[in-house]
């Protein structure tokens, strides 16, 4: 499957992204920067129905993973204030400097629905519920037990409708 914004595939967008603005910085002071980012937005971000469903979730021992294309430096904070341990962003290449060097795994589309995949025979687990906003992650959503939409935009909320998917609008 491949997804396109702007005219690009999501890759060719965050190799871009990449090479423009992380390339080259010191992962200390962007872990720093993502740390303040949560400190000061957390509350407004995260959607109450989803919050609900992850407390839910934590009373019944579910096992919780978030999974994002985003820089794992911004996936590790927002895990630790919602208490999942378990998380994968996209991950660079570090050097000894702790400079960001290179794109190392880009979390995204079919990659997050392997990682599950293992995870799940891993950790021998039957059921999935997947939550996504993004038309990327469908084969994730597929793969899904409970696979849940969360304000989708036009094309996943097609198909959403289609496949009877539950869609969160708040």
Known sequence: IHYRFFSQSMES????VFSRFLKGKSILVLE???QEFWEKNF???????VAERLLKARKEKATILILSASPEFL???LAKKLQVP???GTQYEIDEKNIIRNIRIFVHGEKKAEYVTALQKELSIESVSAYSDCISDLPLLKIARVPVCV????????LCKKYNWETIDG
């Open 43 to 49: 509350p407004k971000l995260i959607r109450g129905s």
């Open 75 to 77: 996936v590790k904070p």
């Open 151 to 158: 304000k989708p935009k036009k094309k996943l909320a097609a």
């Open 32 to 34: 720093g920067l993502a």
């Open 13 to 16: 967008l965050h190799e871009k």
């Open 86 to 88: 378990l998380y994968k």
